[in-house]
């Protein structure tokens, strides 16, 4: 159950397309499409993004989205907004009956 | 509105025991899986522990296995996590968490956390 690997840091200016990527193995993201993007701002509790790989819960802004590649999943953020500054994190379903969540990674809108 | 409360965190000492619950309301309880997340203060999530709407399907993190247990009580609206032989690495944040149907579903809502500290 090692910790999925993402990026510790991204940045992009108002207006920018950002991705985060997400590296698992073929007993994670490889295998299941079981992949989930959440949202932390400091002192709050996580918030769903995206779930199933590219889903989005009602009320998740278009601007978010979600894909995979084989042991990789990537969060793309389009026309970053200063309320998207966070900490991001991913995670998956695993072969152990267990999930796994990414290390996380801060952006900073510039 | 769905509301997820945890409770039962403190400071303890290094091989004693813990136990947190969460008391949901707002939704069904019984027909939704639920799950423990922590964080360290600072740091990144990790799932501790799952169990499936029935109680029949539960997981555990490696780091926790043998020591924590999951349960819950569906007439009590209750989620449970009895935390044995703690250790100083296990301080932190622990979020209460709803997800569908199963282990492998999202996240859906959170709770606010509690912080259990161990230390001596």
């Known amino acids: 159950q090692s910790a999925l690997t993402q990026p510790a840091s991204v940045s992009g200016s108002p207006g920018q397309s950002i991705s985060i990527s997400c590296t698992g193995t073929?007993?994670?993201?490889?295998?299941?499409?079981?992949v989930s993007w959440y949202q932390q701002h400091p002192g709050k509790a996580p918030k769903l993004l995206i779930f199933d790989v590219s889903d989005r819960p009602s009320g998740v802004s278009h601007r978010f989205s979600g894909s995979k590649s084989a042991n990789t999943a990537s969060l793309t953020i389009s026309g970053l907004q200063a309320e998207d500054e966070a900490d991001y994190y991913c995670?998956?379903?695993?072969?152990?009956?267990?999930?796994?969540f990414g290390g996380g990674t801060k952006l900073t809108v510039l | 509105e769905v509301q997820l409360v945890e409770s039962g965190g403190g400071l303890v000492q290094p091989g004693r025991s813990l136990r947190l619950s969460c008391a949901v309301s707002?939704?069904?309880?019984?027909?939704?899986?639920m799950h423990w997340v922590r964080q360290v203060p600072g740091k990144g999530l990790e799932w501790v522990s799952g169990?499936?709407?029935?109680?029949?399907?539960?997981g555990y993190a490696d780091s926790v296995k043998g020591r924590f247990t999951i349960s819950r009580d569906n007439a009590k609206n209750s989620l449970f996590l009895q935390m044995n032989s703690l250790r100083a690495e296990d301080t932190a944040f622990y979020y209460c968490a709803k997800g569908l149907y199963t282990l492998h579903d999202s996240l859906w809502s959170w709770g606010q956390g509690t912080l259990v500290t161990v230390s001596s």
């Open positions: 169990i499936s709407w029935h109680g029949i399907n539960i």
């Open positions: 073929s007993s994670d993201v490889g295998v299941y499409n079981y």
């Open positions: 995670s998956s379903y695993t072969s152990s009956n267990s999930q796994v």
């Open positions: 707002g939704f069904t309880f019984d027909d939704y899986a």
